[in-house]
């Protein structure tokens, strides 16, 4: 049996976790928390009557091997190292981490013996655009990233397109700066720049999680594209990284990590 505490648990996506929890055999619920529920119906929640309720960090006490981490970018660092120093194997959904924060986690997971994962996406459509991507920009070095999600997102960019960006990055060929008689007539028009990448946020109702990238070239371009349709479909790469991160011998990003 794999025990698992759930951070954000109220959230969208905490109660998809809390229901794959529930539903998957092998998997046992023992805690949950987010700081901002006092005062719940635990039934409303979906949660057992049994399940521990945290509403602060330095409370929690459990015999959880797994943390499941759907909160917020203001918290995924704190909880994050709450779980590695406390020996709960971390899974990290929560985007918002910098690339310095998960140097300082690798190195804190190493300091405490511990390994985990962090997943910028759990959708198997956008861990292939990101392995598809990172080959592409070997042949065509110069791209952009366009992402859009559903409007309740408080980060931009994405997690999924700074990993993007920083895989593509690391694969291709140094750029050359932008064309210094470059100017902004609308300050953002060119979005993000995330090592000489442009990442472009839409934010609108009706979408949920989408990706695309676009490769230019003298004559032809090539575009990626993923869509997420539903959050549902990030659920199996969940139950995948869960069973998995009791394999692993160290912190490490994707959920490539763990697909066989
Ligand atoms: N890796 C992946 O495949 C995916 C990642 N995500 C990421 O997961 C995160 C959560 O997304 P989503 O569920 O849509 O967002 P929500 O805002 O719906 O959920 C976040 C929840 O975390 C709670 N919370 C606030 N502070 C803390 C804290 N310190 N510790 C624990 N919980 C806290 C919030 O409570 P309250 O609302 O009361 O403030 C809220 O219920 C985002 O970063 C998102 O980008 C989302 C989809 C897929
Ligand atoms: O907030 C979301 O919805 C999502 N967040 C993750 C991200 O920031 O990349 C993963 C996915 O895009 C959905």
Known sequence: ??????????????????????????????AVYSPVVTDLQPASYDLADEVQVFNDLTNIKTDADVWIDFSTPKAVFENTKFALGHQIRPVVGTSGLSDQQVEDLKAYAKDQHMAGLIVPNFGISAVLLMKFAKEAAQYFPEAEIIEMHHADK????????????????????????????????????????????????????????????????????LTIRQDS??????????????????????LVVGLENVLS
Not at 8 to 22: C, E, W, Y
Not at 229 to 250: H, Y
């Open 229 to 250: 349709f539903t959050r549902d479909s990030f659920m199996k790469g969940v139950e995948v990284a869960v069973k998995n991160v009791g394999k692993l011998s160290e």
């Open 1 to 30: 049996m794999i025990k698992i505490i759930i951070a954000g648990f109220n959230g969208s996506m905490g109660q998809k976790a809390v229901k794959l929890v529930n539903d998957t055999k092998d998997f046992q619920l023992v």
């Open 154 to 221: 408080i980060d931009a960019p994405s997690g999924t397109a700074l990993s993007t960006a920083k895989q593509i990055s690391e694969a291709r060929e140094p750029q050359a700066a932008d064309n210094a008689k470059f100017e902004e007539t609308l300050p953002g028009a060119r979005g993000g720049n995330y090592k000489g990448i442009r990442i472009h946020s839409v934010r609108l109702p009706g979408y949920v999680a989408h990706e695309q990238v676009l490769f230019g070239s003298e004559g032809e371009a």
